[in-house]
């Protein structure tokens, strides 16, 4: 029976009395001290038998476990920095477009949520343009969303969405305004919200700007 194929990475039996050794006392191979091969690049099959003992096949495909292993990890790093390089350049663009627009005496663009954190008929508050203004954004749609001032234009309560009737309710002093429009239906506001601007850019929704109305 043929002896079993060794593995090379074992590590070496520096022992004089080992068998084949017999007789060599105080001998060693020469690299016994050297530093051991990185595993990760140590170019070897499977089964660990020589390259002449090899099927045709793996000369086609070459590539063995520590390899495919250092090019599943240098793929994932390459992913994970050029995301984060994606992701880097995206903030300071959106900063800097905020800068021009602070020159300009525009209001910076924001953005408030992604559409796959938001259902249909679902609500979130955010603040816009700084942290003294409460906005409300409403996904009516797919793509159709709106978003308001929450300041109710009477007394300044807070407005609250009500989707199922197509309505931002005051509960202050029972003011109403049509969803769609902003404009008052009911009670004391004579005034519509103001209207914040919105910008899908792929998933994301961006605030870019504030429509104040009197009508």
Request: glycine share 8%; aromatic share 8%.
């Amino acid at each position: 029976m043929a002896d079993s194929p060794v593995d090379p990475r074992a590590p070496l039996d520096a022992k004089v009395d080992s068998p084949g050794r017999e007789g060599l006392t105080g001998t060693a191979p020469v690299n016994l001290y050297v530093p051991p091969a990185d595993p990760e690049v140590i170019t070897s099959a499977p089964d660990f038998r020589p390259a002449n003992l090899q099927p045709a096949w793996r000369q086609d495909f070459p590539i063995d476990w520590p390899q495919d292993n250092y090019v599943e990890r240098r793929e994932f790093v390459k992913f994970m920095v050029l995301t984060s390089f994606g992701l880097t350049v995206g903030q300071f663009w959106i900063a800097g477009q905020n800068w021009l627009r602070a020159r300009r005496g525009l209001a910076p663009i924001l953005r408030i949520a992604s559409l796959d954190d938001l259902a249909v008929g679902g609500s979130l508050v955010f603040r816009y343009p700084d942290e003294h203004d409460p906005c409300v954004l409403v996904r009516l749609g797919d793509q159709d969303l709106v978003a308001y001032s929450q300041k109710c234009t009477h007394l300044s309560c807070a407005v609250i969405p009500e989707p199922e009737r197509g309505s931002l309710r005051c509960p202050c002093h029972d003011g109403a305004f049509d969803l769609r429009s902003g404009r008052p239906t009911a009670g004391p506001p004579r005034r519509p919200l103001p209207r914040i601007l919105l910008e899908v850019r792929g998933r994301d929704v961006f605030a870019t700007g504030t429509e104040w109305r009197t009508i």
